[in-house]
Nanobody, 129 residues
Framework: QVQLVESGGGLVQAGGSLRLSCAAS????????MGWFRQAPGKEREFVAS???????????DYADSVKGRFTISRDNAKNTVYLQMNSLKPEDTAVYYC???????????????????WGQGTQVTVSS
């Protein structure tokens, strides 16, 4: 497993931007697919974005339809950190955001929280209207 710590959450007005960071420690960070999930009060945890490991074909990124075009996931393996740049934020983006790590590589399975075995503590993002 890997230990994960998120940061960068806060309160922002609609239309604003935030960048979340997730610092990892432990086993080889570059061998994990990393994901961002979010959970709003009274709702299930939902997939936001994921980024795979570096391969001969590049790096696979995946986004939920609700954030596509507004959010960008990236990773810096030298810093053991994954980022989520969030632009054009909407009130419906308000949630606790979690970083997670998995050894899974299936494009379908990495959208499921159950595929991840390491989680951060979460960081609150609040978007006011």
């Amino acid at each position: 497993q890997v230990q994960l710590v998120e940061s960068g959450g806060g309160l922002v007005q609609a239309g604003g931007s935030l960048r979340l960071s997730c610092a990892a420690s432990g086993r080889s960070f570059n061998s994990f697919t990393m994901g961002w999930f979010r959970q709003a009060p009274g709702k299930e945890r939902e997939f936001v974005a994921s980024i795979g490991t570096i391969s001969w074909s590049g790096i696979h990124r995946d986004y939920a339809d609700s954030v596509k075009g507004r959010f960008t996931i990236s990773r810096d393996n030298a810093k053991n950190t994954v980022y989520l740049q969030m632009n054009s934020l909407k009130p419906e983006d308000t949630a606790v955001y979690y970083c997670a790590a998995t050894s899974q590589s299936s494009y379908q399975l990495i959208r499921q929280p159950s595929s991840y075995d390491s989680w951060g503590q979460g960081t609150q993002v609040t978007v006011s209207s």
